[in-house]
């Protein structure tokens, strides 16, 4: 693994901590635990009294906002996986090795774990993934080239993989402008 992926895997129930933030994909709310982030999510409208930020929540907004501004091309927010299968998290950590700007089919990703026959468990995976962009699944896909799965929307994975890669994927850059 290119980098020690820092998450949690503790048993303990800690406090859950959200923010909030406009982006050029909508509105992400960002939820973290004390140990590190659990989840982003787009919802349709901020609720400000839903806003419980934390060092994590903050560091992870930081950090999509430079991301989106086209300033940082790797996050590194501790993640808290707690409460996923030891698979899942694998799959989740590979995906963080795919270099920025860069693409690779789940048929590579699942001989980069071992194994070809996992491809339709790495998908599953893939597509269960609880924190996008931050881990880019938006960075697999399919054999042929094609843009396939993402639970946020295909509109949204070719905004993001052309976002770090416009020559290949054909989106002008500045569409993404963060607001």
């Known amino acids: 693994m290119k980098d020690s992926a820092r998450y949690s895997v503790n048993d303990h129930h800690e406090s859950l901590y959200t923010e909030c933030i406009k982006s050029p994909i909508g509105i992400l709310c960002i939820g973290a ?15 400000e009294k839903a806003n419980n930020p934390n060092a994590i929540t903050s560091s992870a907004f930081e950090q999509l906002t430079a991301y989106f501004n086209k300033q940082l091309k790797t996050f590194d927010v501790p993640l808290d996986l707690n409460g996923y299968t030891d698979f899942s998290v694998r799959v989740w950590m590979a995906l963080r090795n795919i270099p920025f700007g860069q693409t690779i089919s ?14 339709r468990a790495v998908g599953t995976a893939n597509g269960r993934n609880p924190i996008p962009i931050i881990i880019p699944c938006h960075r697999v896909i399919g054999s042929d080239g094609s843009l396939t799965g993402f639970a946020l929307g295909l509109d949204i994975k070719r905004r993001l ?5 416009p020559n290949k994927f054909g ?4 569409s993404l402008d963060f607001l």
């Open 33 to 47: 635990s004390g140990s590190g982030l659990r989840f982003i999510k787009i919802i349709n409208e901020v609720n």
């Open 106 to 119: 789940y048929l590579e990703l699942s001989r980069l774990l071992g194994d070809t026959k996992a491809i």
């Open 161 to 165: 993989l052309a976002l770090e890669n």
């Open 171 to 174: 989106l002008i850059q500045n």
